[in-house]
């Protein structure tokens, strides 16, 4: 299980004539429309029905439809992977906590992504590259 923060409207980079994602790591724009992409994997030879708990950072706003906190549920065939999206802004700058992506089978809790804080602000430093 992985999950990334990516750029809406700027998602992609070039690299040796191939597009890779361009993932956020460090700060997010205000009033910029961010998604997060969860991608799960089934690495065994049993189908496996699993529950993601998703949920937007603490302060930003869902978009698309998008929801504060929802269950997914997931069937994953064997040695399959899945992808799961979902969008959010932060109206205001400032550190917020975002509660990541938990996978659970049966209630019981499989895996989780790390905890991050992640950083909103107004417009980002000029020594950025």
Known sequence: ????FFRLDDRYRIVNNQQVDKYVTDEFLVQTVYGCQVVVTNP??????LTL????????????NGQNTRGVP??????????IEYHFYFPLPGPFDHYPV????????LASAPAVKLQA???FDQDRP
């Open 1 to 4: 299980m992985s999950q990334n």
């Open 44 to 49: 065994t030879s049993s189908p496996q029905k």
């Open 53 to 64: 708990l998703l949920a937007n950072p603490q302060g930003a706003i869902p978009v698309l």
């Open 74 to 83: 997931v069937d994953l065939k064997p040695f399959d992977t899945t992808t």
């Open 102 to 109: 938990h996978v659970a089978k049966n209630e019981q809790l």
């Open 121 to 123: 602000v107004e417009q």
